[in-house]
């Protein structure tokens, strides 16, 4: 019996080693207001007064969530748009994962509120590739990241589509999760159910 137990944690261990790929699970929320987005629309992005502070940042965030507009039909053309997008991202960093300490804390909610942890928590908001030098983060620490994308016609100003994701995990490489999280985000485009829903989506390892 113990070499069948032997046996089979190898062969569990083989699997893993094995994996080209990961899951990245995500709760997702959307709203459509018609008349829907034509598939095909052609847009420009729009930057709130912070995110034009650090314009650099917010290039290296559009750069991610491309793809994922692509994937959905949709086509940039600053010059002959006819819809804005609209993208925020919020990262918190707990020091350890929700199970390792017994504490009382928030989670994201669909409302998209934070609430109270106890032990040292950093916040980075619209700056998913800041480092985590100081603030007591340990070697393992546990990202709460979400991500919202608003879609207006410009012609009226109208917020057409708005669609809101969450993700929390120990994968500290944003530049993999969130592009992942915005597929997901996506996901129905332009006429998702508006249920709470949990989508998965596969990263290279």
């Given amino acids: 019996m113990f070499r069948s137990v032997i046996a089979i944690f190898f062969a569990a261990l083989w699997l893993t080693g094995c994996s080209t790929t990961r899951l990245v699970d995500t709760d997702v929320?959307?709203?459509a207001t018609p008349p829907?987005?034509?598939v095909g629309a052609?847009?420009?992005f729009e930057r709130l007064p912070s995110q034009q502070a650090d314009a650099a940042q917010q290039v290296r965030l559009e750069a991610l969530v491309q793809p994922a507009l692509a994937k959905a039909g949709l086509q940039r053309d600053d010059a002959a748009a006819s819809h804005s997008v609209q993208i925020s991202v919020d990262i918190k960093v707990d020091p350890y994962a929700p199970w390792d300490r017994s504490s009382i804390r928030w989670g994201p909610d669909f409302n998209f509120g934070w609430g109270r942890h106890s032990g040292n928590v950093l916040?980075?908001?619209h700056h998913p590739f800041m480092g985590?030098?100081?603030f007591g983060v340990n070697?393992?620490?546990y990202y709460w990241r979400q991500v919202s994308l608003i879609i207006r016609d410009l012609s009226n100003g109208q917020v057409v589509y708005e669609t809101h994701a969450a993700h929390d995990g120990s994968w500290s490489d944003s530049e993999a999760v969130l592009p992942a999280m915005f597929e997901a985000a996506l996901q129905g485009f332009p006429n998702p159910p508006q249920d709470l829903r949990r989508i998965n989506i596969e990263?290279?390892?």
Avoid: I, K, N
Wanted: charged share 30%; net charge positive; proline share 14%.
């Fill in 132 to 134: 985590l030098s100081g």
């Fill in 203 to 205: 990263v290279p390892r």
């Fill in 36 to 38: 829907l987005v034509p």
């Fill in 123 to 125: 916040f980075m908001r």
């Fill in 29 to 31: 929320r959307s709203y």
């Fill in 42 to 44: 052609r847009y420009r």
């Fill in 139 to 141: 070697d393992q620490p």
